[in-house]
């Protein structure tokens, strides 16, 4: 056989293995946009547009990963969401345990304040962990909990929750009082349609929820998002 031919073959061959190698993740998760092909997702941690602001450790691509049990329910909700024109908009699912560990040495560099005007003005650092903001280990890294929010589907617009995604304060609270009666009514709205299909709310955060029953309760994975 021609050299080049089989250097060639080879090289094809590498590609294809690593492609795999890529693709492959723990029995129990997958991809989530293999379950929901039009759901928006804007990993909000592989990108500098977050507290830290900086890319966060274990993001290397804008692909939200979930377990499969979380992925399905999901399903539910946007598909239900659709009825009305609206849709999902994802900023975080599936969080290595090596993300978190960024966040602690992070929240442990009180000089490290750069992004505290937008997303935490009322907060002092030190708090964080004490406020529950902070945690050294995260429902995220079971890969069944979500951050996410309600878009406009004409326009792919979120709606108006009353504070932005991973505000750090009472602001961000799901029973907060000081906001609009349509800032109420979208909170409602997403509260009301998560909790029909099987996830619970976090009291101080909005957006953040996570599946009943979760098929992975006590196991924190550490695999990278690429």
Avoid at 73 to 92: A, I
Avoid at 135 to 153: A, M, N, P, Q, Y
Wanted: contains cysteine; hydrophobic residues 35%; negative net charge.
């Amino acid at each position: 056989m021609n050299y080049k031919i089989i250097l060639l073959l080879g090289s094809l061959l590498f590609m294809t293995l690593s492609f795999q190698k890529k693709e492959t993740l723990p029995d129990g998760f997958v991809y989530a946009k293999s379950v929901i092909p039009d759901l928006n997702v804007e990993l909000r941690y592989f990108s500098e547009n977050n507290f830290v602001g900086d890319t966060i450790d274990g993001y290397k691509s804008n692909r939200l990963i979930l377990t499969r049990d979380t992925a399905e329910k999901l399903k539910l909700v946007q598909d239900e969401l659709q009825k009305q024109n609206l849709c999902l908009k994802v900023y975080d699912g599936y969080r290595p345990q090596r993300a978190v560990n960024h966040f602690i040495r992070w929240a442990k560099d009180l000089n490290d304040t750069i992004n505290k005007p937008q997303f935490y003005p009322e907060v002092c650092k030190n708090t964080l962990f004490e406020a529950g903001y902070i945690s050294s280990r995260s429902g995220h890294s079971r890969g069944s909990t979500i951050d996410l929010t309600i878009s406009d589907g004409e326009t792919g617009e979120p709606l108006d929750m009353g504070s932005p995604y991973d505000f750090f304060g009472e602001q961000s609270w799901v029973d907060h009082n000081d906001i609009s009666e349509e800032q109420k009514k979208n909170r409602q709205l997403l509260q009301t349609v998560m909790l029909k299909h099987n996830f619970r709310n976090y009291s101080k955060e909005w957006w953040h929820f996570t599946l009943r029953w979760e098929p992975f309760p006590k196991t924190y994975f550490d695999f990278e998002v690429e």
